[in-house]
């Protein structure tokens, strides 16, 4: 029996292999794609090496290993009991004793190794990739568009030159009927002219390599306006300086580190630090509210520095009292702005802080997720009796929609105070893992209700694909 049990275990893993693998790979591809689309014209005519833009990327594919693994999960899981729902090998296990549980055993081991496995990406790995992205990405937008000329049109883009080229030939880059005039050096002013030439950087690029043939160099000095002497040449070599077409890589220092580039211990240091600074806060608040309701009651305490020299040394009690009233009035607007600014700080501290503890808890909610998406996906893969890419695909991403909208949401309303950081980051897993406890045990159990293949029949998921296509060409 317990090799029968092996068997089995092997078996449903060997199934959730490669639509996993394919259904990662693909969520990965997707998210590629969108990056490079949204940002390709940084990357266009700026002579950047594939090495850098190759760079950039394996730096991205960490945030989308993040968010890909739990969606492959989900649909090797949908995929894998759909099929085994289909051919009936469901109803084989439960006749030879098994059941969701004894099936789940092996799922739920390997979705705990993802979740480790994600939880460790996300806090070691995915910040570092994140930081590096950022500085290169800075580094990219940075540097100017490769240099380029055009026939007939002056260039004065290489500091000290300027340069008209009358033909250019767009396919070999040969430039003819050559002027250039170089105001680099501080006592001369020279105007070459060639017949023809070519221009490329060096490869650092740092540097643009003028190539001339057949031409004259006409000098002038400016402290001796008599001196003035022609030169002729059959080939000239110009070497400019160019740094500002030239890519520079940034130092790691240069940059703060975001929420998004800090580990759970550092950005943890910052909430005691907050927290820390907001107890300050508070207490000057409580001081300052205290300050103004001794002066008003006992007339005595912190405003009593603002009394005039005509009423402080009064003879009698109610004279005093006047003063009080009198300064109360004057100092309202003080104590209300010392009130305002004291809150403003304090929220301000909250917000700061929420913003922290949601990236905290963003990095063990989304790992958590592997496991809620294998408790979902199993019970509804055998309801659903479908295992084909179409029909796992689409609730695939229904689910993750359905996550994101409440992952996101809730990081929201907590960045602005309006929940709790850990309600708004939790809320996904709580309500999808509810649904997924509840399905488990009905659908063990067979006292699940709903047809599901009625349901997808009556959709028509051909038409709906087809909608979707023609909104996503639009």
């Known amino acids: 029996m317990l090799k029968i049990n092996t068997i089995i275990n092997r078996y449903i893993i060997k199934q959730h292999i490669a639509p996993f693998i394919f259904g990662t790979a693909l969520v990965m591809l997707l998210f590629l794609m969108q990056f490079l689309i949204n940002h390709l014209d940084k990357f ?30 989900l649909f090797s899981t949908l995929m894998t009991f759909g099929n085994l729902s289909s051919n009936s090998e469901i109803t084989i296990i439960k006749a030879s004793g098994g059941s969701l549980f004894f099936m789940l055993r092996p799922i739920i081991l390997i979705g705990l190794f993802l979740t480790l496995f994600v939880f460790w990406f996300n806090n070691s790995i995915l910040p570092e990739s994140n930081q590096q992205a950022k500085i290169l990405m800075a580094d990219i937008t940075r540097k100017k568009p490769t240099f380029a000329l055009e026939s007939g049109q002056f260039s004065s883009e290489l500091t000290g030159y300027t340069i008209l080229a009358r033909q250019v030939d767009s396919l070999t880059g040969k430039m003819s009927n050559i002027t250039i005039y170089d105001k680099s050096k501080f006592n001369t002013f020279n105007i070459i002219n060639a017949d023809s030439g070519y221009i490329r950087p060096n490869a ?5 390599i003028l190539s001339l043939y057949n031409g004259e ?15 002729e040449f059959k080939s000239l070599i110009v070497r400019i300086d160019a740094e500002e077409f030239a890519f520079k890589r940034s130092s790691a220092d240069m940059f703060a580190r975001g929420d998004r580039e800090m580990n759970i211990a550092d950005m943890q240091k910052i909430v005691n630090n907050v927290d820390t600074n907001l107890q300050i806060r508070q207490k000057e608040y409580i001081d300052i509210v205290k300050a103004h309701f001794d002066y008003i009651v006992y007339g005595k305490g912190y405003y009593q520095r603002y009394e005039t020299s005509d009423y402080r040394f009064g003879d009698s009690l109610q004279t005093h009292r006047v003063v009080v009233l009198r300064n109360v009035e004057l100092l309202m607007d003080y104590f209300y702005s010392s009130v305002v600014a004291t809150i403003n700080m304090i929220e301000s501290l909250k917000s700061r802080k929420n913003q922290y503890i949601v990236e905290i ?79 488990t045990l009905r659908v063990n159990y067979e006292s699940f209700g709903i047809n599901f293949s009625n349901i997808l029949k009556k959709i028509n998921l051909q038409h709906f694909s087809n909608r979707i296509i023609k909104i996503l060409k639009k």
């Open 44 to 73: 266009i005519g700026k002579g950047l090496s594939p090495w850098i833009i190759l760079q950039l990327i394996a730096f991205q594919l960490a945030w989308m290993i993040t968010l890909a693994v739990p969606m492959g999960t």
């Open 204 to 208: 650092t690029f740092n540097q643009m």
């Open 217 to 231: 160099v006409h000098q002038n000095f400016i402290t001796q306006p008599n001196a003035y002497r022609i030169i």
């Open 361 to 439: 808890q963003k990095k063990y909610a989304i790992p958590v997720a592997c496991l809620i998406f294998i408790l979902i996906g199993a019970p509804l893969g055998i309801v659903i009796r479908k295992g084909n890419f179409g029909i796992s695909a689409i609730l695939s991403l229904g689910f993750y929609i359905i996550y994101w909208i409440f992952l996101i949401g809730g990081e929201k309303l907590a960045d602005r105070n309006l929940v709790s950081p850990y309600v708004g980051m939790w809320m996904a897993n709580i309500v999808i893992g509810f649904s997924a406890i509840v399905l």
